[in-house]
């Protein structure tokens, strides 16, 4: 039997990542390396598979440590979410990349970029040309397959959850111009097919291929994918909703935060659609689906509960959103709730619950309340509760909940959740299981004086909310045990 050859996968923990990597194990036929900033947020299913390098690509140690040994090597890394900056760090991280895999001998680098051209590019494209032009800068050294795509759509992408949120909430829109603008949108299982097949195909040093199902403008994609969803949807494209105004408008009715909402809208300013034929010719096996059967795919997976990754997976910033926040010690205000249950009854089932919290099913009787605290995180610039949740019963490390990220998690124990609200300060909710009780904690670290003004501001609605949160979720147990008997 050949031998298996070693591949690396970056941003592995990532929406894109996390699908490569999961389809690349089913293959069978590759033995995986991932390089990721926290190795507890890899699912133990797929950690038992693979070998891990904990680093980022800022880290030459780790950087060398992953690329030893491999044959082809994935780039699926940005540093979009970084507040600033964004541009050198991808420069950095792309420059370090490629010298680490030429020094260790990698055959190809596979890179998957934005569509569109330089002269046109949005900041966040011109930063993803950059990047392959990085990884492409020593064809004589090292071979790159450089991808390019424009809107992805899959459950839980970026602008599959942007269409979906708008179809669903607004009948009628008011819309700016650029929503006529032609752009070139391929579904993620296409994504995957050109990636997957990009370890093997026969190319020059350097190969740019364009990837994508057809043009479509955004108001041809919102009709048809009203269409899908069974609805009846209309847009009054206006002249004077400038970029600013329609990406506040997007903000307030999608998950999105103004970051990537800016960037996704700076990008329909201008075309994005397929530049080369390179697609066929190397690729003539893959036949990507219309962006309708895209949609059609997306809602199945939304429908039977198998989202595998959401954009809100990963933070895209200088470092993980969550691996220096899994210890809430050193907070200095509480509010703790002890919720008692027979001894060793219940325990799991207790666990169960507070893993079922938010997203459609909200939090506990004061909803409302927690709603007009979304909408006002919202309003701030904040992820509100929109973001939901991935799965209706199952939450696994990084996965993002409401306006919470889960920062911990142990099976039957301990959840804790990280506040990814606009706040004066730092916040974690934590549910501590014992045999006999649970003890409820929002933990706070403020921020100077204005902080700890919150805190004792919100102090009454603490006391109802949070109260009422532990009650619901001990109550909630007594049903789970019941449907188990
Ligand atoms: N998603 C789309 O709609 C779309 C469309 C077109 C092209 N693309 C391209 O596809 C690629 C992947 O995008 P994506 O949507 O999957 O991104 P994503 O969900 O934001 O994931 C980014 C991944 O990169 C990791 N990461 C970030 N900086 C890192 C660093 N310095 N060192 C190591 N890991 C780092 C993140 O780790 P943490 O989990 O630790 O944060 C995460 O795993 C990008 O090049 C993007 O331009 C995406």
């Known amino acids: 039997m050949p031998e298996k050859k070693n591949i690396l996968i970056t941003g592995a923990t990532g929406y894109v990542g996390r699908r490569l990597c999961q389809r690349l194990l089913d293959r069978g036929c590759y033995d995986l390396k991932l390089l990721v900033r926290n190795k507890r947020k890899v699912q133990t299913a797929v950690a038992d598979k693979v070998e891990i390098v904990e680093g980022s690509t800022f880290d030459n140690e780790a950087l060398g440590k992953a690329a030893s040994g491999v044959d082809t090597a994935f780039y699926l890394i940005h540093s979009m979410g970084a507040k600033k900056d964004f541009r050198d760090l991808d420069k950095e991280s792309a420059d370090n990349f490629r010298n680490a895999c030429i020094a260790a001998g ?58 979906r949120n708008l179809n669903q909430k607004l009948p009628v829109m008011i819309t700016p111009k650029w929503v006529r603008t032609k752009t070139e949108p391929i579904g993620i299982d296409d994504v995957l097919s050109y990636l997957e097949a990009s370890v093997e195909i026969n190319q020059p040093q350097v190969l740019l291929v364009d990837i994508g199902a057809g ?111 899994n210890d809430p010690a050193g907070a200095v205000l509480r509010d703790v709730r002890i919720v008692a249950y027979e001894h060793g009854e219940r325990q799991q089932e207790v666990f169960q619950a507070a893993c079922e919290l938010g997203g459609p099913r909200g939090w506990s009787r004061y909803h409302l309340l927690w709603r007009i605290r979304g909408w006002i995180d919202k309003l701030s610039g904040g992820y509100g509760l929109n973001r939901g949740r991935r799965l209706h019963r199952e939450l696994r490390l990084g996965d993002a909940l409401d306006f919470w990220k889960v920062a911990d998690i142990r099976e039957g124990k301990r959840l804790l959740l990280l506040a990814q609200m606009r706040l004066p300060g730092r916040a974690w909710l934590e549910f501590d299981c014992q045999p006999d009780q649970l003890v409820q904690t929002a933990h706070f670290i ?39 008997k």
């Open 446 to 484: 403020p921020r100077g004086v204005l902080g700890r003004l919150y805190w004792y501001a919100v102090v009454p609605l603490h006391s109802l909310v949070f109260k009422d949160l532990a009650k619901t979720i001990v109550s909630e147990s007594k049903k789970l045990r019941a449907q188990k």
């Open 215 to 325: 043009k479509l403008s955004f108001e041809e994609m919102m009709a048809q994918a009203a269409d899908e969803m069974g609805l009846k949807r209309y847009l009054i494209p206006v002249p004077v909703l400038s970029p600013r105004l329609s990406s506040y408008w997007l903000i307030l009715f999608t998950p999105l935060p103004y970051s990537l909402v800016e960037a996704l809208v700076a990008g329909l300013k201008s075309e994005t659609v397929v530049q080369n034929a390179n697609a066929f010719k190397y690729f003539p096996e893959i036949k990507p689906v219309s962006f309708r059967e895209a949609v059609s795919q997306a809602n199945i997976e939304l429908q039977t509960n198998q989202v595998i990754s959401r954009w809100c997976d990963s933070s895209g910033d200088t470092a993980c959103d969550i691996k220096d926040f």
């Open 106 to 163: 990698v055959r190809r680098i596979i890179y998957l970029g934005g569509l569109g051209v330089k002269d046109s590019a949005s900041t966040h494209l011109l930063s993803r040309i950059e990047t392959g032009e990085i990884l492409a800068h020593e064809p004589d050294r090292i071979e790159v397959t450089w991808l390019r795509a424009g809107a992805i759509i899959g459950s839980g992408s970026a602008s599959f959850e942007i269409i």
